[in-house]
């Protein structure tokens, strides 16, 4: 196994997805609450009942005996008020069509066992074992059974319930037999296979020792105590007969006591800071419930559980699985069981973490890194060559694009053979408007006229796709290119750079131009008069209070009122970029950027430019800090599409080289020369098709005359394949030169000629 699965497994270990929440840790009987609850939140009395009733054994007695040690417990003590369990359980069984206990026609076990005692906890135990089919053999000193029951609750109660809970059930109840001696009890001369002693408070110990580390267990093999007479009074005595049933039937099968004692209570931690205020519902007529009000009240319940995941992982949340889940799939995803070990139960899961910089780990009280694990199986899966292209050859296309020599260069300022600073703007923020980075350098050349430049990628859609010898190329390129540049220090203006710098190139030391710019007392050309926005904190930037507090302080500067957001600093969510989940899972990553759009109402202001983007697509009224800064799109703009994008890269290359290097640089990037309709032109772009690629398509088919006339339409069409995916086109010759494309699409099929 790879280690750092092993790894994982072990810490999966501490996931606290299983601790029982606080009322059912406090609960003698452990009674599934979260489930009883769920029941009677959609008005299931009858299942409700039926959860209720199997773990309680005697509901009747318990309903009216339990001393609610569920309440002292619930987080909503602390908040509006605890959910009245007790009242919810009797409601239950008010409102439950049928109460009668279910009737099993089981074979008889042929084991015998032994109860001494007829109280609560003697005959729970009974009536546990001889609903299994057990021969249960009960013996009571007195003339009469219930035990102390008779001095805390009418008979008529308790004697009711005995009744009706073994009306389908055969054992034997000797009265006035009193055992003084635990070899005289047999049934047909022959030896009981278990004893259960429940003499009650002061009872008979039959010079008997506990063994204090296994529950109910003595010192003698196969004889068992509980209940008053190991000082467990009402409720907790009959708990003790239920559980120890249990114990007995495990001896009986194994032949040991070994059953270790279970952990008391739960590691949860009450958060009632968390909880929305809900008013208790109290019955109308001051005793019970009706239905619409035991359903209001047990709407009440949050179900306590472990959720930080859930509540803050977007992928976990949407996809309905945990952790441990999780950890399943991705094992028999990198070992299948399948005969040629090609099975890829989840490879689009592993792909649909968006690596928000470790907010799981960051929440999750034990520490448990989801993110992390879910790259390392992306690189163990691109180890193995079984990861899909089709999630990440888009992106290592489009880094390869803004690393080469069509939009990426790295250059000392005229007139210096070192420089103090580095302007490092990432591959994204040119491409969504080259004048971010145009205005952003010419700012820093004022501040520090040695400042250097360098344009192109992090490497983070390397490492994103799991291909860490491509990440190692791209990263000693950047350290190469810093190195010849006077190892200066970079200035960052996207938050995943920092975090792809400060974990793979330590050495070089980094800050953020906003820090820079609120440092030096910028006063931002858009100056508003108190209009109210919301900055949006990039997921990268979680680690980074220093730029959430610069670039609020910019934001104030131009006039700004700020509106807080649920989510911001040290809990920023990602606004659905990262990873490859627009590819691998586009459902998801659209579901993702409208929960972040609708956490407020106000236009955001953000300092990531995939941000940026990301929600002005969806609608939103979002401006980059450069707007701001610099009095740019003053009308938030749309979002360019992926062909504008790189045009926009080879734009600003050719720009930054004639306007500070004087260079004058011939359009690396020719024009399509192919016309389309605006909705053609957004498909395209809504597909990740780039305009240049079907470009080369009907370069291709004019070039080899490998084309098909549709005469119904008269369009040509052909197509060729570039990297992987088939590109396909529909177009027309238009008068003159160029083209008109009707249509074009893509697959991920090879066509072989023949």
């Known amino acids: 196994m790879n280690e750092f699965l092993e790894e994982f497994r072990d810490k999966l270990k501490t996931c606290l997805q299983d601790e029982p929440p606080f009322c059912q840790a406090a609960c003698p009987f452990n009674l599934d609450i979260r489930d009883f609850i769920t029941k009677m939140q959609r008005g299931g009395f009858n299942a409700a009942f039926r959860a209720y009733h199997n773990a309680v054994g005697f509901p009747g007695i318990v309903s009216e005996l339990c001393h609610e040690p569920c309440k002292a417990s619930c987080p909503r003590n602390q908040k509006d008020g605890?959910?009245?369990?007790?009242?919810?359980?009797?409601?239950?069984?008010?409102?439950?069509?049928?109460?009668?206990?279910?009737?099993?026609?089981?074979?008889?076990?042929?084991?015998r066992i032994a109860v001494i005692g007829a109280g609560p906890s003697g005959l729970a135990c009974a009536l546990r074992l001889a609903s299994k089919k057990y021969d249960v053999t009960v013996y009571e000193k007195s003339d009469r059974i219930g035990g102390h029951l008779w001095e805390v609750m009418p008979p008529e109660v308790f004697l009711a319930d005995f009744q009706k809970q073994f009306a389908h059930e055969r054992y034997t109840l000797n009265l006035g037999c009193e055992v003084k001696n635990l070899r005289d009890i047999s049934v047909n001369d022959?030896?009981?296979?278990?004893?259960?002693?429940?003499?009650?408070?002061?009872?008979?110990?039959?010079?008997?020792?506990?063994?204090?580390?296994?529950?109910?267990?003595?010192?003698?093999?196969?004889?068992?105590?509980?209940?008053?007479?190991?000082?467990?009074?009402?409720?907790?005595?009959?708990?003790?007969?239920l559980s120890v049933a249990s114990s007995i039937e495990r001896y009986i099968k194994t032949g040991t006591m070994n059953e270790p004692v279970p952990e008391a209570g739960?590691?949860?931690?009450?958060?009632?800071?968390?909880?929305?205020y809900a008013e208790p519902v109290l019955p109308a007529d001051g005793r019970a419930y009706t239905r619409q009000e035991a359903m209001?009240?047990?709407?009440?319940?949050?179900?306590?559980?472990?959720?930080?995941?859930?509540r803050y992982c977007d992928m976990v949340d949407y996809f309905g699985k945990m952790p441990k889940r999780i950890e399943e799939e991705v094992y028999v995803t990198i070992y299948p069981v399948t005969q040629d070990h090609s099975g890829t139960v989840c490879t689009r899961l592993i792909s649909s973490c968006n690596q928000c910089a470790n907010l799981c780990k960051n929440v999750c009280p034990q520490g448990i890194d989801l993110g992390d694990f879910l790259l390392k199986s992306l690189q163990a899966m691109h180890r193995k060559g079984a990861m899909p292209w089709a999630f990440h050859e888009f992106w290592l296309r489009d880094m390869a694009f803004a690393n080469g020599e069509q939009a990426g260069f790295s250059r000392l300022p005229r007139g210096h053979d070192k420089s103090s600073l580095m302007f490092f703007p990432g591959c994204q923020l040119g491409a969504s408007d080259p004048a971010y980075v145009a205005e952003s350098y010419r700012w820093l050349l004022a501040?520090?006229?040695?400042?250097?430049?360098m344009l192109g990628c992090c490497g983070a859609p390397a490492e994103w796709a799991g291909d860490v010898n491509l990440h190692g190329e791209v990263t000693s390129k950047i350290r190469d290119n810093w190195l010849s540049l006077g190892k200066p220090k970079a200035v960052l203006a996207c938050p995943t750079c920092k975090t792809m710098i400060d974990r793979y190139l330590p050495e070089i030391q980094s800050?953020?131009?906003?820090?820079?710019?609120a440092e030096a007392g910028i006063q931002p050309q858009l100056q508003a008069g108190g209009d109210r926005v919301s900055v949006f904190d990039p997921c990268a930037s979680r680690g980074e209070p220093r730029v959430q507090q610069s670039v609020r302080l910019l934001v104030e500067r131009a006039g700004l009122d700020l509106e807080s957001l649920p989510d911001e600093g040290s809990l920023a969510r990602c606004c659905s970029y990262g990873g490859q989940i627009s590819?691998?899972?586009?459902?998801?990553?659209?579901?993702?950027?409208?929960?972040?759009?609708?956490?407020?109402?106000?236009?955001?202001?953000?300092?990531?430019?995939n941000c940026r983007d990301t929600f002005a697509a969806q609608g939103k009224h979002v401006y980059h800090i450069l707007d701001v800064v610099f009095g740019l799109n003053r009308d938030s703009r749309p979002t360019p599409n992926i062909s504008e994008r790189r045009r926009n890269r080879t734009d600003l290359k050719r720009q930054m080289l004639k306007e500070f290097w004087g260079e004058n640089v011939a359009e690396l990037q020719g024009k399509s020369g192919l016309m389309m309709e605006p909705d053609l032109r957004a498909k395209l772009g809504s597909q990740l098709i780039l305009e240049t690629d079907i470009q080369k398509v009907v370069e291709h088919c004019e070039s080899t005359g490998q084309k098909v006339l549709d005469p119904d339409t008269g369009c040509f069409v052909g197509h060729l394949q570039i990297g992987n995916m088939t590109y396909w086109a529909v177009y027309l010759?238009?008068?003159?030169?160029?083209?008109?494309?009707?249509?074009?699409?893509?697959?991920?099929?090879?066509i072989e000629e023949v």
Request: charged share 20%; proline share 7%; with cysteine.
């Open 296 to 310: 209001e009240e047990a709407a009440r319940c949050v179900k306590c559980a472990c959720d930080a995941c859930v």
């Open 266 to 276: 739960t590691k949860l931690v009450p958060q009632p800071e968390l909880l929305t």
């Open 447 to 453: 501040q520090a006229p040695d400042t250097s430049l």
């Open 82 to 111: 605890a959910v009245s369990i007790q009242l919810l359980e009797k409601a239950s069984m008010a409102y439950a069509s049928r109460t009668t206990p279910n009737v099993y026609n089981l074979p008889s076990k042929g084991k």
């Open 733 to 750: 010759p238009r008068d003159g030169d160029g083209y008109e494309l009707k249509n074009a699409y893509a697959h991920r099929m090879s």
């Open 583 to 609: 590819i691998a899972a586009p459902g998801f990553a659209a579901a993702v950027a409208q929960k972040r759009i609708s956490a407020g109402d106000k236009p955001y202001i953000t300092y990531c430019a």
């Open 190 to 241: 022959l030896p009981f296979d278990a004893i259960y002693v429940a003499t009650g408070e002061n009872g008979t110990l039959f010079d008997l020792r506990r063994d204090q580390e296994r529950p109910f267990a003595t010192t003698t093999p196969g004889v068992f105590m509980g209940g008053s007479l190991s000082g467990r009074k009402g409720v907790e005595a009959i708990a003790d007969g």
């Open 511 to 517: 800050v953020f131009l906003y820090d820079l710019m």
